[in-house]
Antibody, heavy 127, light 107 residues
Framework: QVQLQESGPGLVKPSQTLSLTCTVS??????????WSWIRQPPGEDLEWIGY???????YYNPSLKSRVTISVDTSKNQFSLKLSSLTAADTAVYYC???????????????????WGQGTLVTVSS | AIQLTQSPSSLSASVGDRVTFTCRAS??????LAWYQQKPGKPPNLLIY???SLESGVPSRFSGSGSGTDFTLTISSLQPEDFATYYC?????????FGPGTKVDIK
């Protein structure tokens, strides 16, 4: 059974950089069948996909956050990480890491869905 | 980015009820839609992908339909564990986006 677990600080000051790590167990992050994503959910608000990384290091970032986001991977540790810079209160959210399918085929396209999620970690941006 | 709207935003129902809610995309997405269930304090859980395909392990009382811009999720007989918030997600084009959710609570 694949499990994902986020780790990182729960409180970060405005203008600083958030750093979170997701540790994957029960499966290899080097599997070519998956992307590894970050998704966030501000309290009481919608889910927002931040971006993904492939085991090779290729990435895609949501244009809404692209200028502030870096996602990296460490295959030796079976981990991937998120850095989000220039934080404001609007970045306060529960941050989830998730496995995104990349080799499941749907009727019209590849099924890019999130089949395993971490439990989420609340990050509060406040001085 | 493709915008998803969901209706209603919330509904009250009883155990055993048949419930249906909808997701509408701002442009055609063929069948590139998934549905998730989220309970308080938990991550979303994948229920349906490709608009109508049931994820492994998900009870058969859940079903999805639709294509293009209009989609529905139906729970044929609501169970106590189904009271939750349901989100749709499109994967037709980047960036992938989620709807605002439909909250199902107890009448």
């Amino acid at each position: 059974q694949v499990q994902l677990q986020e780790s990182g600080p729960g409180l970060v000051k405005p203008s600083q950089t958030l750093s979170l790590t997701c540790t994957v167990s029960g499966g290899s992050i080097s599997s070519g069948d998956y992307y590894w994503s970050w998704i966030r959910q501000p309290p009481g608000e919608d889910l927002e996909w931040i971006g993904y990384i492939y085991y090779s290091g290729s990435t895609y970032y949501n244009p809404s956050l692209k200028s502030r986001v870096t996602i990296s991977v460490d295959t030796s540790k079976n981990q991937f990480s998120l850095k989000l810079s220039s934080l404001t209160a609007a970045d306060t959210a529960v941050y989830y890491c998730a496995r995104q399918t990349a080799a499941r085929y749907c009727s019209s396209t590849t099924c890019y869905v999130f089949d395993y999620w971490g439990q989420g970690t609340l990050v509060t941006v406040s001085s | 980015a493709i915008q998803l709207t969901q209706s209603p935003s919330s509904l009250s129902a009883s155990v055993g009820d048949r419930v249906t809610f909808t997701c509408r995309a701002s442009q055609g997405i063929s069948s590139a839609l998934a549905w998730y269930q989220q309970k308080p304090g938990k991550p979303p859980n994948l229920l349906i992908y490709d608009a109508s395909s049931l994820e492994s392990g998900v009870p058969s009382r859940f079903s999805g339909s639709g294509s293009g811009t209009d989609f529905t999720l139906t729970i044929s007989s609501l169970q106590p564990e189904d009271f939750a918030t349901y989100y749709c997600q499109q994967f037709s084009s980047y960036p992938f986006t989620f709807g605002p959710g439909t909250k199902v609570d107890i009448k």
